[in-house]
């Protein structure tokens, strides 16, 4: 019997468990919270660079499945520019992209990222537990504590019964809501909080309270119309990837002139909801359902979460008229269900000038679950949250001067190592970062700010940044001090609260782009560990190691 229980004790030494009654407590040398593209790649990257270490990748969405937004949240629809007839955005994405084509079924996609990690032995995955409290010593995290999540009755997001404490050396917070950051003690912004006081309303002016920029919650339909071969006519584009599945982008016509489009999102706009140009892409070849990019949700806050109601996480400085992300999924879910929705969104069809066919959405059914309801994401797609300063307890941020990216950097940046507003980035480069600086707007008025409707409304926001040459022509060069907080020693970020303004976010959240800082953040996980030093007290030798292991990886780093 003694001898029972000393190796019952030996073996809870090396698997980092306690005994039946406690709470257990894992032992991981990386923990990577978020199961997105971003902390899907820093796991992959992690586990790749240093074979003996332990990664934990922590999966935070209702469902087991990797890929986060892409997935779980069922943007489909890859958002990938061409430099050079080229895609930039190369490593975990790269990969993940020439499986699974640039319009996919989230299924397909989460089973490649799967498979992917699944190569490393090292790897170890929770799924469906978030981040509720940890421990942290002289800006130094030495232990969190997950919970299970899972959706009830009522639509939330809810907090479950079991729970685990995971001890580590290096943290990675690759969450939507910038969580393990702001749980860390360093400094945030919400929102657009850096731009300039010029370009915001009254209430937003000299003050931390900000907006987000629109959620949308992507949902399901069938009886879509599409050409026999790829066609471009009216602003609509009918496209087929490498793989032969379908995607569509247009609509701009029907959202600035039609009536009963205009006449909808007049009455519900400022209800919080409104139609947009779209973008959608089939599940897959052959596949007759769809999903859409098209409603936007205004006023969602994506730091507050109706699990942490009543705690210090949840935030204390939201905007009054502001909902948190689960009633904001309830609600636009129910939304879906309006009669006027469905008919509306049918307006999205379009007319082959040469044929007289109609292609597009005319015909369009809401795909429904066993209990009637739309089949929708299981997440809602946040466009925007938080973002790290270089440094924390300032006043008012600059947009230009705060942040390791700043918006003159990603809107200029240069075509080659030695021009360009980036290229003093180019030393602590890490990849690089690129797409249209796209904002959705942040509130109903916004879509028909110069009066009558127009898109995109980027232009009509920021006249200076017009004045300044409209969207980017090069990528941006992404340096190492984008994954650094203002504080938390042993900590990366490479997800939405990394350092990047809030316009240069614009053009960088997208997911390609976050799986790229997610690569450089596995790989700069496993330097801080062999090297026996924190990401911020990186030397050039040691960022030079991170930067050919990146390569060695498929990364792109230069132009």
Not at 77 to 103: E, H, P
Not at 219 to 236: L, Q
Not at 352 to 360: A, C, K, L, V
Request: aromatic fraction near 10%.
């Amino acid at each position: 019997m003694i001898r029972l229980v000393i190796l019952l004790l030996f073996t809870l030494f090396l698997t980092g468990c306690t005994l039946p009654g406690g709470t257990p407590v894992l032992k991981e040398d990386i923990v990577i919270l978020g199961g997105g593209f971003d902390g899907s790649a820093a796991a992959r990257s992690a586990a790749a660079a240093a074979p003996k270490n332990k990664i934990l990748l922590v999966v935070n969405d209702p469902l087991p499945e990797l890929g986060g937004l892409g997935t779980v949240g069922a943007q489909n629809f890859t958002d990938i520019r061409f430099w050079q007839g080229k895609v930039v955005t190369q490593g975990s994405f790269g990969r993940w992209l020439s499986q699974a084509g640039q319009f996919y079924d989230p299924d397909r996609m989460s089973q490649i990222i799967k498979d992917d990690l699944g190569q490393f032995p090292n790897i170890k995955i929770i799924y469906g537990y978030d981040l509720e409290s940890l421990t942290s010593e002289n800006n130094t995290i030495k232990e969190i504590n997950i919970r299970n999540i899972q959706r009830n009755q009522e639509g939330h997001i809810a907090w479950g019964e079991q729970k685990q404490r995971i001890k580590g050396k290096i943290f990675i917070d690759a969450s939507m809501d910038g969580r393990l950051t702001r749980m860390s003690g360093n400094s945030v912004t919400v929102g657009r909080a850096d731009w300039p006081d010029e370009y915001l309303p009254k209430e937003e002016q000299n003050s931390p309270l900000a907006r987000q920029q629109a959620a949308t919650l992507m949902f399901k339909v069938t009886g879509v119309k599409t050409p026999s071969k790829n066609t471009h006519f009216e602003g609509w584009e009918f496209v087929r990837d490498n793989k032969g599945s379908w995607g569509i982008a247009g609509g701009t016509d029907i959202f600035t002139s039609d009536r009963e489009v205009i006449d909808f999102n007049n009455e519900f706009g400022p209800q919080g909801f409104a139609l947009k140009p779209l973008n959608a892409a089939a599940t897959g070849k052959d596949s007759d359902t769809w999903w859409i990019n098209c409603l936007l949700v205004f006023n969602v806050d994506g730091r507050a979460h109706q699990r942490d109601k009543g705690t210090d996480i949840y935030p204390a400085d939201m905007l009054p008229y502001y909902t948190n992300t689960d009633q904001a999924w309830v609600r636009a879910r129910e939304f879906l269900d309006k009669p006027e929705f469905i008919n509306v969104f049918r307006r999205f069809q379009v007319q082959d000038p040469s044929t007289g066919q109609w292609y597009g959405f005319g015909e369009a059914e809401l795909v429904r679950d066993n209990n009637g309801h739309p089949v929708v994401g299981q997440m809602m797609y946040i466009r925007e949250s938080v973002h790290s300063p270089l440094e924390s307890n300032q006043d008012k941020l600059q947009e230009n001067k705060d942040f390791a990216i700043t918006t003159r950097e990603a809107q200029l940046a240069g075509p080659a190592p030695n021009i360009g507003a980036d290229l003093e980035n180019f030393p602590t480069r890490i990849g690089l970062g690129y797409y249209m600086m796209d904002i959705n707007a942040f509130t109903d008025k916004d879509l028909a700010a110069p009066g009558p409707y127009d898109w995109p409304v980027t232009d009509n926001l920021r006249p200076d940044w017009i004045l300044a040459g409209g969207q980017p022509k090069n990528p941006v060069y992404m340096p190492l001090e984008t994954l650094l907080p203002t504080n938390t020693e042993n900590l990366l970020v490479p997800g939405y609260a990394s350092g990047i303004s809030s316009f240069a976010w614009a053009e960088l959240r997208v997911l390609p782009n976050l799986a790229v800082l997610g690569d450089a953040a596995g790989v700069a996980a496993v330097r801080a560990l062999n090297a026996k030093t924190n990401p911020r007290d990186f030397s050039q030798e040691d960022i030079a190691w991170i930067q050919v292991k990146l390569k060695q990886f498929g990364a792109r780093l230069d132009k």
